[in-house]
């Protein structure tokens, strides 16, 4: 093994938000902003590692790996996984640094579980999708977060130009990782996934932080998870996907259930507009997607409102919470001539993840 350098992408989510756990439709894209991991090999049987932008580090033995918490679960985790998954994993010292702010709701997760895959593993020709339901195994079973797999998917399978619309669950296929049962297993199920062009023209799409920090491990996200799969007990079903309608469920479990169903059909609308180069729609939609996730997920906090009401007096068309809410980072959608707020940050479609 010689000194390898790998870049995982965050990940914008232009809609389809808390649906890809409930085996559902999502429209998410990589973005240039992201996390590098180097490493480099090392000596004996150890694995040290460093994050930079914390000035923290951590050390273990390969053969021991042990548990941990924050950034050093993601590095623990990504170890252990790889070799449960028979890769050979070398003594080496990592080095973590980046411009993606953790807790910003640009997935730095994903992006840290890809950059470390990919400097890690021997040979990086391998199965993408497999790859990130190995990295979705390092946040649900090491981390703590009941994370879905679209923020994985989004960065290692993004493609430049365009946003992926990824069906959780394609016709035909049993659900797998569906409402109840938790992550995705290694094998043959797998999500299908469609880049669409994301064509602006001179329109544009940024994200303003709210500066209320978000985590998954705690708090609003498992509980709404949870809330979905008690939605499902109630309704007699696998996954939310088989659901038709939230008549009949007691409160809230009603609205949670309505939000992912007009959120499914909002994520088919945008790339329809797409399509149609109709970007007042997909401003709409925005709308839409926003106001759902905030009377009906209750998934928003003052902070975020905030930004989005100043997101919209600057003039856009559309502005929604991206990713599991309870603050991060807000999207917009700017039409020409209008000017984004202080702090608002360009984003457009990257490169998924890759070496350096
Ligand atoms: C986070 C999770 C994803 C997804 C979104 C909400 O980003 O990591 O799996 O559930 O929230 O859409």
């Not at 918490?69 to 080496?92: I, N």
């Not at 009906?296 to 502005?319: C, I, N, Q």
């Not at 309870?326 to 890759?354: D, N």
Request: some cysteine; charged content about 25%; aromatic content about 4%.
């Amino acid at each position: 093994m010689s000194r390898v350098v790998a870049r995982g992408p965050g990940r914008v989510n232009l809609i389809g938000e808390h649906t890809d756990y409930n085996d559902g439709l999502a429209l998410p894209f990589a973005i240039d902003r992201g996390v590098t991991v180097t490493a480099e090999p090392l000596p004996g049987d150890r694995i040290e590692a460093r994050a930079l932008d914390l000035g923290e580090e951590d050390a273990f033995a390969l053969g021991e790996i042990g548990a941990s918490e924050g950034w050093r679960a993601f590095v623990r985790g990504t170890v252990a996984e790889l070799q449960a998954a028979g890769h050979a994993v070398r003594p080496c010292r990592i080095t973590i640094e980046g411009d993606l702010p953790h807790g910003s709701g640009l997935s730095s997760s994903a992006a840290l579980e890809a950059a470390l895959c990919l400097a890690l593993i021997e040979d990086d020709d391998v199965d993408r999708v497999e790859l990130a339901k190995l990295c979705s195994r390092v946040e649900n079973d090491h981390v703590g977060a009941r994370t879905g797999l679209l923020d994985q998917l989004a960065v290692l399978c993004g493609k430049e130009g365009h946003a992926l619309r990824i069906d959780f669950r394609p016709p035909g296929f049993a659900p797998r990782a569906n409402t109840r049962k938790g992550t995705w297993p290694p094998g043959p199920a797998f999500p299908s996934i469609e880049p669409v062009p994301l064509e602006l023209g001179d329109w544009r799409l940024v994200t303003l932080d709210s500066g209320a920090s978000h985590e998954h491990a705690g708090g609003g996200y498992n509980e709404r998870r949870a809330e979905c799969a008690a939605a499902c007990e109630a309704l007699g079903i696998e996954s939310l996907r088989e659901a038709t309608s939230a008549d009949g469920l007691p409160a809230p479990l009603d609205r949670r259930v309505r939000h992912v169903l007009t959120e499914n059909a909002r994520v088919d609308a945008m790339a329809a507009a797409l399509a149609a180069h109709d970007l007042e729609r997909a401003g709409e939609l925005l709308r839409g997607s926003h106001a759902s996730l905030r009377d009906d997920y209750e998934a928003s906090v003052p902070e975020v409102e905030r930004t989005v009401e100043a997101l919209e007096r600057a003039g856009a068309a559309g502005a929604r919470m991206v990713g599991g809410g309870f603050g991060g980072s807000v999207l917009a959608l700017f039409p020409p001539g209008a000017t984004p707020p202080e702090g608002a940050v360009s984003v457009a479609p990257g490169p998924a993840a890759g070496r350096l």
